[in-house]
């Protein structure tokens, strides 16, 4: 597999700090090596960090982004920038899981595309909030969400 194709990304292999907040991170892509063949990517990001809006407390949560490219796929490094541009955001759960959701179907423009926030306990409730469009193909899987498997790191 040769190595050509990616000198516009900006972020990998260089320093590059945590944005600010969100809006000024940039989710970076490259070209789909396999484009026509269907298949499932799944990035999971374990301890995706905000702020209560109201409170001040923080909050916690894994990120599970189930996405049936198309052109393009995300580049890993920028993806965990943007995610670590929420830790000082003060924002509710959903709308930072839809917000995640925004960004990347603008990004990516996916098949599919799902966004799962998993968000722990805050008042003895768990919130899990899951956004989705396109349709998944039939010769394409998801692997379950289950949370105790993506919190221990078990599959």
């Avoid at 320093?15 to 907040?21: I, K």
């Avoid at 999971?44 to 407390?57: K, N, R, Y």
Wanted: a negative charge.
């Amino acid at each position: 597999m040769p190595i050509d194709g990616y000198s516009s990304l900006t972020q990998l292999g260089r320093q590059a700090g945590v944005p600010a907040n969100p809006d000024e991170a940039v989710i970076e892509t490259f070209a789909n090596p396999h484009p026509g063949t269907n298949y499932t990517v799944r990035l999971t990001a374990p301890e995706l960090t905000t702020i209560c809006p109201i409170t001040g407390q923080p909050d916690f949560a894994t990120l599970i982004v189930d996405y049936v490219p198309r052109d393009r796929l995300v580049e890993s490094k920028s993806f965990k920038l943007f995610l670590g541009s929420f830790r000082n955001l003060g924002t509710f759960h959903e709308d930072c899981t839809a917000y995640i959701h925004k960004r990347l179907s603008d990004a990516l423009d996916a098949a599919f595309l799902r966004v799962v926030g998993l968000w722990n306990a805050r008042g003895g409730i768990t919130i899990d909030c899951v956004v989705q469009t396109g349709e998944l193909p039939s010769n394409c899987a998801l692997l379950p969400l289950g949370r105790t498997d993506y919190r221990t790191g078990r599959i």
